[in-house]
Structure formats: structure tokens, C-alpha cells
């Protein structure tokens, strides 16, 4: 708790998904001063927005959390968009936060950014083994980025800034749209909007042989907090469970969950995207004493509430 008593906090996409829960725990542990910019008043891709974003809120520490992001339609189609912005956004943020004299900088990757074919479970020492899987790479390789210029950032001017990779996000609050959304609130949203147009079958992409590990936002708002706090090292650390699941048994436990009474349709022209997701958390036991409290099922539970009471008025 002391660690925030007198901090000065940015923390960029703090009104998203995640960043909102992250806002929320900064505000329980008596943070002082907490400045979430909006994309409508500084567009962290021009540098003078940028500049004018650390002077009016003089950070102490930035997270940064702001991403172009979305599943494997959106990357397909915004493949320019999500690397250009992606890039620009945190090349230029961390520059200027070291400039302005910002004490720490969190950068937040993406599981993405890993190889295709990294050995399972993922090891932060294999990060550099292969190109990421094709669908996202841009993204991928945008955010990798930041751990280039968060290393190099050290070695040249001792700046300090960490570098996270948190596996794939799910609970309350997510993205639900039809074009840009994860699999699990798609798979989510594809089985009431079957249950309110009388629909026997949903479509999913893919085979759904391929595997994901699903870290709760809870969790992944504590994992960050803590790092934030603890960890200021140069390697990268992974924030996950450790455990994954295969998109056919997910997509069985969602329809089971939202109480759809149909069958799920596997389109094999669509991409499966990466083989394999699973991670080493070692370190992130090792570093920050942290394990992921939410059980998977639970969280699930949780989200299909969460939705169910969000779109109740069309059922």
C-alpha cells in the first residue's frame, strides 16, 4: 500500500476492458492521482499529444495498457492499422516518459507476439524461437516492440521500464462485438443470439483442435499491480494460469453454461490460428508471490452473467 501513497499514475487505455479493473485497484490501494487519457483528447500516435499528456499529468509511473486489438477477423482485415498504431503508440510513449523523467514504465505485451510453434508451455527464453502465427502477427510484432526498446532503454539511459505478457483475457466487461471480439465473448454472444432467434446451431471457426489459456481480468489486474510494484528487471515475465483448454471443449462448456439447446458447427475454412497456447509462469510465482485466484469455470459464470444482465432486455 505505501508503494502508491504518493505516486502520480498514468495508465493508458484505463477506461478499456482491462484497464478499467486496473483503475478500480489503483483507487483500493489509496493511489493518489491516477490520469487515464482518452483517445478523443490525446491520440498517443502523434508525439505531440504525447508530449502534452506527460506535462499536464507528470507521471511518477505509466502502465500502459492502450492497444488496437481484436481476434483473428479483425487482424486479418486491419493488419496495417493494428501494427501502425500498436507501434506508434508505445514507441512514442515510452521515449517521451524517458525524457520527461518517468520514474518506471509497465509495458503490456501479448501473448501474440510469441512464435507460432513455441514449445509448449511458452518460456520467456523462447520469445525470440520464430515468427508469430501469421493471422496476428503485425500486432504480434508491434508490441514485441517494446521489449527492444524497454531493454534498450535500459542498458543506454537506465530507464526503467518492465515488459508483461499476459495470455488471453476474458471476463466481465469484454468486447462483444461481432467484428472484433475474442473467442470467448463471441462464443458467448453467438449462443444467446441463437437462443433469441430460435437458432439450432451456432458456427465456429476452425477445427477447434487448437488450445488457449484464459487468464481472468480480476487476476490480470492484480498480476499487473503487483509487477508494477515488485518486478524491475529486463526479461520479460508471463502472466497466466499455466492451464489451457481446446476451443472445441470451450466452445461444449459455453453452450453448456448459457443453456443453449443446439449444436455447434465447425467452419474448416476458416483459420484455427496458433497450435497451442500455454505458458510458464514460473517467474511470475517466483517474482511477484502470485497465483490466479479466479477458477475457470467460475470466471466463465461470472461473464455469461455479466452479459446476460447487460442484454436482458432481449430476452
Known amino acids: 500500500m505505501n508503494f502508491w501513497k504518493d505516486k502520480r499514475v498514468v495508465v493508458t487505455g484505463g477506461a478499456g476492458f482491462l484497464g478499467r479493473v486496473v483503475v478500480d485497484l489503483l483507487r483500493a490501494k489509496k493511489c493518489p492521482f491516477i490520469f487515464v487519457p482518452r483517445r478523443r483528447d490525446f491520440d498517443l ?116 521500464a518492465i515488459y508483461l505478457l499476459p495470455v488471453n483475457l476474458y471476463g466481465p466487461g469484454d468486447n462483444f462485438s461481432s467484428e472484433s471480439s475474442h473467442v470467448i465473448p463471441a462464443l458467448i454472444k453467438k449462443c444467446f443470439d441463437a437462443q433469441q432467434s430460435g437458432q439450432k446451431t451456432i458456427a465456429v471457426w476452425g477445427t477447434g483442435k487448437p488450445t488457449r489459456e484464459f487468464l481472468y481480468v480480476d487476476d490480470a489486474a492484480r498480476a499487473i499491480v503487483l509487477a508494477a510494484e515488485k518486478y524491475n528487471k529486463p526479461e520479460p515475465m508471463n502472466l497466466g494460469t499455466g492451464l489451457e483448454i481446446s476451443i472445441k471443449d470451450l466452445a461444449r462448456l459455453i453452450v453448456k453454461l448459457t443453456g443453449l439447446k443446439g449444436k455447434i458447427l465447425w467452419d474448416r475454412t476458416k483459420p484455427d490460428g496458433q497450435p497451442r497456447r500455454r505458458l510458464d509462469v514460473s517467474r511470475m510465482k517466483k517474482e511477484l508471490g502470485f497465483s490466479p485466484k479466479t477458477p475457470f469455470e467460475k470466471g466463465l459464470k461470472r461473464t455469461i452473467a455479466w452479459y446476460r444482465k447487460e442484454v436482458r432486455e432481449r430476452f
Open 45 to 160: 500516435c502523434q508525439q505531440i499529444t504525447v508530449k502534452r499528456l506527460l506535462k499536464e499529468a507528470k507521471p511518477d509511473l505509466i502502465i500502459h495498457l492502450a492497444a488496437v486489438v481484436g481476434g483473428i477477423g479483425a487482424n486479418r482485415e486491419n493488419p496495417g492499422k493494428f501494427f501502425y498504431d500498436n507501434l506508434l503508440m508505445g514507441v512514442q510513449l515510452m521515449d517521451q516518459a524517458r525524457l520527461s523523467g518517468v520514474k518506471k514504465f509497465v509495458a503490456v505485451g501479448t501473448i501474440c507476439a510469441y512464435p507460432k510453434h513455441t514449445k509448449v508451455p511458452f518460456k520467456e527464453k523462447d520469445f525470440w524461437e520464430g515468427y508469430p502465427e501469421e493471422t496476428n502477427a503485425p500486432y504480434g510484432l508491434a508490441k514485441k516492440m517494446l521489449l527492444v526498446q524497454a531493454q534498450a532503454y535500459r542498458q543506454q539511459y537506465g530507464f526503467n
